[in-house]
Structures are given as C-alpha cells and as structure tokens.
C-alpha cells in the first residue's frame, strides 16, 4: 500500500466492524476481515431507503497517537438521521467502542503524510428480507475505513439551483440518509453539462435563500464576517460547519448564522463586499468555490492564498488534529 499515491474512496483497510439489531435487541459487534455482504434481493433497505450513514476521519498525531475527531458529535448525528428514519440507534458504547477497535485493528491503515487520514464510513440498513411496505425490524450496523489524501480542491464553478430543490422544509434534509443523495444527482448531473462543478442548493423559486453547496455545508466572508445560512430540518448539521465556525472566532473574526437570499449574494458581488465562498465538510474541510452563477450571470471571486479565512481555518484545523496545537474545544479522542 503506498499512502503517496491515495485517492478518495479507493483503498479499503483490512477489517470491518458488523453489528446485527434483532428481536428488538443490538447483538454482539464483531471485528471480521473486510469482505462482501450477502443480502436477500428482499431486503429492505434496497426497495424503501432506510439507510444512513456518517462520515468521519482518524488523524495520525505528531506523536504517532491516532485521533479520532469530534466522535461524539458525529455519534448524536448518526442517532438524529436513524431516529428520523425509524430506524435502530446503536448503543453509544457499540459505537464508540467499535469504532476504537476497528481502529486498534487496523491502525496501519492510518496515513502518516500531512494531511492524509483515514476516512471512516459506519452505516446502518433495514436488514429484514420482506418485500412489503413496513419499518424494517431488523438492521445491520456496518463500520469500514480506508486512507485519503489531503483534498486540495481548486475553486470550483457553482450554479445557484432554484428549479430543483435538495430537502424540503418537514423533509429529511437535515438526516445523512441515502435518499438524499440519489435525489440530489440529477440535477447535479444537468449542472455538469452546462459546464458548473456543482451546484448551491437554495429554499426554491420563490425569494430563494442558499442552503448547502453540493454535499457540503456552505460558507461566505461577507464584509470579513463569516456568514452561513442557520441550520433547519432541511440543512445537515455539518461538524466540520461548527468547527469552522467555532475558529473562525478563536481567529478574531465575527460569525453570522443567519439566512442568506441569493439577491444578497447578488448585491454583495456587485458591492465587492464577498471576498470568499466556499464549501465545508470532512472529506475536504473546505472546498473554494471561484464561480457562482446566478440568473444567467457568473459571478467571479477574488482569488485565494494563505492570507484568506478559509485556508487559515483549514490549517488551524490541522494544527489541533496533529496535536500542535492545543485542543482547547475538546475535539480530540485520542487512542494509542
Ligand atoms: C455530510 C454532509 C455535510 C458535511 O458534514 P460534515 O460533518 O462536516 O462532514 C454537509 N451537507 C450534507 C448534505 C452532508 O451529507
């Protein structure tokens, strides 16, 4: 396995962690080597959607330790998305203490280069075999890992979308469940045709507000404020979100939760007052975008260096996940 040559999603570590919920109760998690699961064309799971999933990353620390970032927080998410689809929620011990192991396992797996990690994918599916419409009462738990590179991602072109919407209000948008994503494709796809890498969710047609950017929660410097739209039952609570917003503090500037309609972005372009737009989450922390194009018009931001926000905040971020920095917010779980 060579770590310099990694690419997003291609490697598997060696292990993965299965947890079986039946007759109402979550059965003893096992460690066994990474291989395909067998399913009944019945199941569940494929026919009416009750999947979710988390995203997350293990750091190797300048010390060699390895750290587990923000687990709880990532913990009470994975329960909010399964309580939103009827689904079974792991115990906190089975999870974290699954999780641990399946890392102790595998703790070869976990890049050394700056800025590599080693992605961890738990999911959870309706497991019953059983072709009717009904809450499935039997899940699997299912945790594999595998190393990343750090994301370097050059700012992309974003199409500001208000024909198509991702989640509704009363919706799921705010679950990582599988649905939203197939959902969210197609018009991802018409946006890649019409030359755009992405595109900027809003509320809709009418006096549309921006919600996320692709899958990743969205963020501007306004007037050297840091500003992202509030979190709904449509917009996912995004950890890498509340960090950023949490240091951006910590770096001495203002932050702005509050509802952000594309006309502002539209004035803010034509004030010059929008220095920086980008999108955030744990597969590349930030993602600048350079274009956004709203009413038939692109609009263009100023380029980026080190001297921005967003390149400050993702180093900051580094610093305290390689142990550099002091962990003041308590993010850090650390294992041997
Ligand atoms: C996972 C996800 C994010 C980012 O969340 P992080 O916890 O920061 O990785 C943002 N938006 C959507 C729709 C997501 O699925």
Known sequence: MNFDKLEFGKYIADHMLLCDYA???????????????SL????LALHYGQTVFEGMKA????????????????????????????MAIPPKE???????????TDKAWVPKQAGASLYIRPFIYASEAKFGVKVSEQYRFVIFTGPVPDLFASPIKVKVETDYIRA??????????????????YPTQLAKQQGY????????????????SGMMNVMFVINDRLVTPPLSDSILDGVTRDSLLVLANDLGYSTEERPVSVAELEKAFRDKTITEAFGA?????????????????????????????????????????????????????ITG
């Open 59 to 86: 750091f190797r620390m300048d010390d060699g330790c390895i750290n587990v970032f923000r687990v709880d927080k990532h913990y009470e998410r994975f329960a909010r998305s399964l309580d939103r689809m009827c």
């Open 197 to 212: 890498d992405q595109v900027l969710w809003t509320t809709g047609q009418e006096n549309p507000h921006i919600e996320e």
């Open 281 to 333: 989450g744990t597969a590349a922390v930030v993602a600048p975008i350079g274009t956004i194009h709203i009413n038939n018009i692109d609009y263009h931001l100023p380029g980026y260096s080190h001297e921005n926000l967003l390149n400050k905040m993702k180093l900051k971020l580094e610093r305290i996940r390689t142990g550099r920095d002091n962990d003041v917010h308590g993010w850090n779980c």
């Open 23 to 37: 007759n109402g109760e979550w059965q003893q998690p096992q460690i066994v080597p990474f291989a395909n699961l």
């Open 94 to 104: 089975i999870f974290t203490e699954g999780l641990f192991k399946l890392i102790e």
């Open 168 to 185: 509704a209000k009363g919706g799921t948008g705010f679950a990582k469940c599988g649905g939203n994503y197939g959902g969210a494709f």
């Open 40 to 43: 009944s064309p019945s199941t």
